[in-house]
């Protein structure tokens, strides 16, 4: 029998117990073993559940318990759950997590660690929810030179976005719809300005590229400047716009990733990646492109991922899980303003629409005018190719300087 230890009993937590207690038999077969529980941490109590003996408020009773051989961590941000993870690799204990937070921060660290207690570390979870992500990244495209990933990492964002494009709702009323449905939390800072989608986007680049990428060396842009006016600029040029983490490994070694609202055309496999669902492409030599879709939260699908996670450390109780990648290195990634590409640019001019597209043209010449419906006295939209967001700064200036102001700026991705 293999005894674990669940700390936190919130949506996810519950969820491992539910599915635990539900796929008893299967889950006993594909472990070879069975999976018990031992205890459950957490501060408040559940006298109503079958399973409320197992509630403990002391982590030190799970730590100091050498039967206990796999932890759990299902209690999401950096402490205490960083601080436990160490000290059950530490414990001889396998730690199993869907925490984010923890593994975009503290990876490198974390895996260290468990290589040199032959021990696992293992996060299925904390990337894509239920979509398998992580496995498929380390093992199965293991042959192929991945040079990109770019993916809906967010299910929030992604729900609201597309709130804005099919009914033209406006930001704050999708927001709040959300809300309503349970989709985003009370405070959605982390969801709405990307750095939920940072954490995730780093993760898979540190795995992906075996260089721990940190959240705070990331480009992030969120979706709250956007506006029902970019959308139908987006349709009137043959897409959509969608919350984008994407990391891109160049010739030279380093790497570009960054997190931001995107055109993304008609054509791509994102384009179709709506409301709370994930998709994450990923592009390698040998296989082209991949792509993983599915939903990226919730108590079940997240649960199913850290269950899964259990079973491969019983499955390989005395070997390592070859889960690997080194501490950062040091100008590995790009500043994001000197890599080109190509961006959608809205402005308004103080004279006719016609007027402020031919300042624009001055500036950026072989801009591509975009017309919405709709548009307004003064208004134009319009794209630029191959173009680093340094000289963007620069057109913009110049543009101000003719009475011409931008309005908003958005990616237009290649996927
Ligand atoms: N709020 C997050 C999302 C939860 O919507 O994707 C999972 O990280």
Known sequence: MAEIAVLGHGVVGSGVLEVLLSHRDSITRRAKEEI???YILDLREFPELSYAGLFTKDFECIRSDPDVKIVVECMGGLEPAYTYAKACLTSGKSFVTSNKELVAAKGAELLALAQKNNLNF???ASVGGGIPIIRPISQCLAANE??????????TTNFILTKMIREHMAFADALSLAQQLGYAERDPSADVEGADACRKICILASL???SHVYPEQVHTEGITKITLEDVAYADAWGGVIKLIGEVKMGENGKISIQVAPMFISRESPLCNVDDVFNGIMVRGDATGDVMFYGKGAGKLPTASAVVADVID????????????????????VEPIGAVPGDCF?????????????????????GAVRIIRREEEPGEAGFSVTEVTADKLDEGFARLS???VRVLGRIIISDY
């Open 401 to 403: 300087s003719m009475g």
């Open 36 to 38: 018990d529980v031992k």
């Open 146 to 155: 991945v040079s990109e990933i770019a993916g809906i990492l967010n299910g």
């Open 345 to 365: 640019v809205r402005v308004r001019g103080e004279g006719s629409s016609d007027e402020a597209f031919a300042a624009a043209e001055t500036v950026f010449p």
């Open 122 to 124: 293992l996060f299925e």
């Open 313 to 332: 450390c019983v499955k390989h109780f005395k070997a390592r899980k070859y889960l690997f990648w080194e501490d950062a290195k040091p100008d590995y």
């Open 208 to 210: 992906a590229f075996g």
